[in-house]
T-cell receptor, first 118, second 112 residues
Framework: GAVVSQHPSWVICKSGTSVKIECRSLDFQATTMFWYRQFPKQSLMLMATSNEGSKATYEQGVEKDKFLINHASLTLSTLTVTSAHPEDSSFYIC??????????????FGPGTRLLVL | QKEVEQDPGPLSVPEGAIVSLNCTYSNSAFQYFMWYRQYSRKGPELLMYTYSSGNKEDGRFTAQVDKSSKYISLFIRDSQPSDSATYLCAMRRNQAGTALIFGKGTTLSVSS
């Protein structure tokens, strides 16, 4: 299957700092990437849809000024959690949609980034 | 009513059992249906992908979609301890750019 990587895999930071998470599609070009958040024993909650070369589309209730998304190339999207607070502690997972002809209707997920804000 | 309903379990079975996992949904516009497996502290891994109604088999896994009942299933035959994970159903409409809608996930434990 397609490979999507995330970096870092886990991060601990102090309240008020910013954290950047990278998502890379390693063996295909992804015009669309997605960012999810998952709390313990909960399902994935879509935060935003990231399209290469354009502004991200945020889901209702997700602050775009707090969760900055940059999809600078066809293989890289970044999520920056600005001025992180303890309530932002969660498991952040990205996914990428492969190009047409390769299960284009589904998504391949990264391994996730665990964020702990102290 | 949530768009996608999935019993979170947990579901515990002995090794070798047949496992049935299910989701119901309310939006008749959903056309693409997937099952993902997620191990603890890992990202979801695509298991099965089905378009519209019907069955699809891949090794020990069979996915079924019944659009008339708005009901999808994943069957696991000869279950193994390595199948212990959380299984998430996901679906989306037939419209470019729309996101996947996930169920809450069912936690499965297979004991040896």
């Amino acid at each position: 299957g397609a490979v999507v990587s995330q970096h870092p895999s886990w991060v601990i930071c102090k309240s008020g700092t910013s954290v950047k998470i990278e998502c890379r599609s390693l063996d295909f070009q992804a015009t669309t990437m997605f960012w999810y958040r998952q709390f313990p024993k909960q399902s994935l909650m879509l935060m935003a849809t990231s399209n290469e070369g354009s502004k991200a589309t945020y889901e209702q209730g997700v602050e775009k000024d707090k969760f900055l998304i940059n999809h600078a190339s066809l293989t890289l999207s970044t999520l920056t959690v600005t001025s992180a607070h303890p309530e932002d502690s969660s498991f952040y997972i990205c996914s990428a949609r492969p190009p047409s002809g390769r299960n284009q209707e589904t998504q391949y997920f990264g391994p996730g980034t665990r964020l702990l804000v102290l | 009513q949530k768009e996608v309903e999935q019993d979170p379990g947990p579901l515990s079975v002995p090794e070798g059992a047949i496992v049935s996992l299910n989701c119901t949904y309310s939006n008749s516009a959903f056309q693409y249906f997937m099952w993902y497996r997620q191990y603890s502290r890992k990202g979801p891994e695509l298991l099965m992908y089905t378009y519209s109604s019907g069955n699809k088999e891949d090794g020990r896994f069979t996915a079924q979609v019944d659009k008339s009942s708005k009901y999808i299933s994943l069957f696991i035959r000869d279950s193994q301890p390595s199948d212990s994970a959380t299984y998430l159903c996901a679906m989306r409409r037939n419209q470019a750019g729309t996101a996947l809608i996930f169920g809450k996930g069912t936690t499965l434990s297979v004991s040896s």
